[in-house]
């Protein structure tokens, strides 16, 4: 992906065709449900910044995109015409950026959505599903295989019946993947209930009630829909069955919690994806309630997991490798009061963070080891009285640091950190906050390590501003335009090269959100989003993958 500079003219070979056909398409085959090969002519990607907004009527939300080194933004989507308050409600980007999927819906309250791909070079959309009016399966899941080949997508009928297809890009080759199911009326839904891509396109798992009892199983299925298997095992009488699941990194396991002896008794499970090696990987010796916050470590080596002492109100913070072996409690000791959770693996896999109250009953702080459970420390600084860290702790992208916010040198005035994770080089890099207002509402980090945005009323008491500063605390600039009094920036995201920033505010117009781009040493600040109509706004927005 290419960062945005306004500034630059937009590359010729960029150029949307009103039929969405592209000289420079190239061919891609796919499998249909006979395992034929298909052949789907695919568009050129376009970079830029993609978005839903009611730019040209008030409520009638679409899609739009705002390509690399331009300012007028291009529509995509298609309203039907008939019905009223019809809307684009969402939308998925494919990750080669040459389609975008989106959902619209509206009437009726919402009761049906119609399913739409249009190739991001533009064009006429093509109906994938659902019907608003709510007489044919309406839509409300759908995903991208992350190679881009299928989408998948769950139909929700109005007798709730679910079913779970995928489609080529194109429209082409829609085809039915999971199995059938009981044919016995119930009164609660039956079918599918979640769909899970493996990280390889290959194999798609999902849970559903597909027998006569109202547990969910857990069954993975070839995308072409070959070599349907379900991988969970028999469940007791009085099970709710399977949830939490998760593909391992390298799309060769599953994991997922299952009451398989007794009603809510979850223990966790991993299982290859052809169903073998069926394995309950938590430890006998770890007693208790096991948390639905567990995390893969990136490399797929260890599964991390929270374990409770005393039915659920605290955690320890255990790892295990993906075989079920080696089971290790990694955190410090809990108490029947105190505990750890929000487990956060490190890139790299070597780091393990979390937050615990082990030094002071319900005080936050913050924690990195080793998968080991060596090298244990509390890495965020000393708190002043009746401080916490926050939740929303991230690790840089190289792994070499950690951000955090915390009330950690005055109370009740959250700032934003950064530390290693052996806990050395702690730094508040969010400057001197004028006011007491001046907290930290969001911030991540650029995607090149070297820089952490942030949102916050840091320099005044009337805006809330976009700032960034590098990870030392060096170089804070405000990266957002001015803002008269009592206007905000509301989010915001990275470019992938870290070069720009984009975000959304009411800095022209109050109470119209328009969206602008600037580049990460704000300069070349421009708005993206066109003329809005009266009282329309930016719903949802992503730079191309």
Not at 428 to 438: D, N, Q, V, Y
């Amino acid at each position: 992906m290419k960062g945005i500079n306004y500034l630059l003219i937009l590359f010729s070979f960029l150029i949307a065709g009103c039929s969405g056909s592209n000289n420079d398409a190239l061919p891609s085959t796919n499998n249909d449900s006979t395992g034929n090969t298909q052949t789907t002519v695919n568009p050129a990607p376009v970079s830029g910044v993609y978005f839903i907004a009611d730019k040209n009527a008030y409520r009638f939300d679409e899609l739009y995109v705002t390509e690399t080194g331009q300012t007028t933004p291009r529509k995509l989507s298609k309203l039907p015409d008939y019905g009223f308050d019809l809307k684009v409600i969402d939308f998925k980007l494919s990750p080669d950026n040459q389609w975008v999927a989106y959902l619209i819906g509206g009437l009726f309250g919402g009761a049906g959505n119609e399913l739409y791909i249009v190739p991001t070079v533009g064009g006429e959309p093509i109906f994938i599903a659902g019907d608003v009016l709510g007489q044919v399966p309406s839509t409300n899941w759908y995903e991208w295989a992350p190679d881009s080949s299928k989408l998948a997508f769950i139909t929700y009928h109005y007798t709730v019946k679910h079913n779970l297809f995928v489609t080529n890009p194109d429209g082409t080759g829609i085809n039915r993947v999971s199995a059938d199911f009981d044919p016995i009326d119930h009164s609660s839904p039956r079918g599918v209930y979640k769909s899970y891509w493996s990280p390889d396109s290959q194999y798609i798992a999902y849970t559903g009630r597909l027998g006569a009892t109202s547990q969910y199983e857990l069954y993975v299925v070839r995308q072409n829909g070959t070599d349907h298997e379900k991988i969970s095992q028999t469940l007791s009488a009085n099970s709710l069955g399977v949830q939490a699941v998760t593909w391992s990194p390298d799309a060769q396991k599953l994991s997922f919690l299952a009451d398989y002896n007794a009603w809510l008794d979850y223990d966790l499970y991993t299982v290859n994806r052809d169903g073998n090696a069926h394995i309950k990987i938590t430890d006998n010796s770890v007693v208790g309630t096991i948390g639905s916050d567990y995390r893969w470590s990136p490399d797929s080596i260890y599964l991390a997991y929270g374990a409770s002492l005393n039915g659920g109100q605290t955690f320890e913070i255990y790892t295990v490798h993906s075989d079920g072996t080696n089971t290790i409690k990694v955190s410090g000791n809990a108490t029947a009061t105190q505990g750890a959770g929000g487990i956060t693996w490190s890139p790299d896999s070597n780091y393990l963070a979390y937050l615990a109250d082990f030094a002071t009953e319900d005080v936050y702080e913050l924690y990195a080891t080793k998968p080991d459970g060596t090298a244990d420390i509390k890495v965020s600084g000393l708190l002043v009285a009746n401080g916490n860290v926050l939740t929303n702790y991230a690790w840089s992208p190289d792994s070499s640091h950690l951000a955090y916010v915390a009330d950690q040198d005055t109370d009740n005035l959250f700032e934003l950190y950064t530390v290693k994770p052996n806990g050395l080089d702690n730094v508040k890099i969010s400057g001197p906050a004028i006011t007491s207002l001046g907290q930290i509402d969001e911030f991540s980090w650029s995607p090149n390590n070297e820089r952490v945005g942030f949102r916050s009323f840091l320099l005044t008491n009337s805006n809330v501003e976009l700032y960034s500063v590098n990870r030392d605390g060096t170089n804070l600039i405000t990266n957002s335009g001015f803002l008269d009094i009592n206007r905000h920036v509301q989010s915001f995201i990275w470019s992938e090269d870290a070069s720009s920033m984009v975000y959304t505010a009411n800095q022209d117009t109050d109470n119209v959100i328009e969206l602008y781009a600037v580049n990460s040493d704000a300069t070349g600040l421009v708005k993206i989003s066109g003329d809005p109509f009266l009282g329309g706004s930016i719903k949802k927005y992503q730079f191309e993958n």
